[in-house]
């Protein structure tokens, strides 16, 4: 059974930083690309970033590049977002997600976690 737990949400002010983590167990570490997406009251969910599991590439939506850095550590089998410079638009539950391919697509996903709140106030 696949399992993917999303932590490190919270409370930030304008212009703060939180790093998330998302815990992976139950696949095969190297066959699956990861990526975070967020989902915004009222909104769709959308990408934020990916990475593949051999680390060498990253990919980011515009809005949050120079500011998010996605990350992975090998032994733990974990994944991290971190996020600086945060702004009220960046208030979303954010999810972790796995994928056999670096996409961007939240249907090339096969596995999420449950979700993670992050709330940045102005």
């Known amino acids: 059974q696949v399992q993917l737990v999303e932590s490190g949400g919270g409370l930030v002010q304008a212009g703060g930083s939180l790093r998330l983590s998302c815990a992976a167990s139950?696949?095969?570490?190297?066959?699956?690309?990861m990526g975070w997406f967020r989902q915004a009251p009222g909104k769709e969910r959308e990408f934020v970033a990916v990475?593949?599991?051999?680390?060498?590439?990253?990919y980011y939506r515009d809005s949050v590049k120079g500011r998010f850095t996605i990350s992975r550590d090998n032994a733990k089998n974990t994944v991290y977002l971190r996020m600086n410079s945060l702004k009220p638009e960046d208030t979303a539950v954010y999810y972790c997600?796995?994928?056999?391919?670096?996409?961007?697509?939240?249907?090339?996903?096969?596995?999420w976690g449950q979700g993670t709140q992050v709330i940045v106030s102005s």
């Open positions: 139950g696949l095969t570490f190297s066959s699956y690309a």
């Open positions: 997600a796995a994928a056999r391919a670096l996409v961007t697509t939240k249907g090339s996903y096969d596995y």
């Open positions: 990475t593949n599991w051999g680390g060498d590439s990253t």
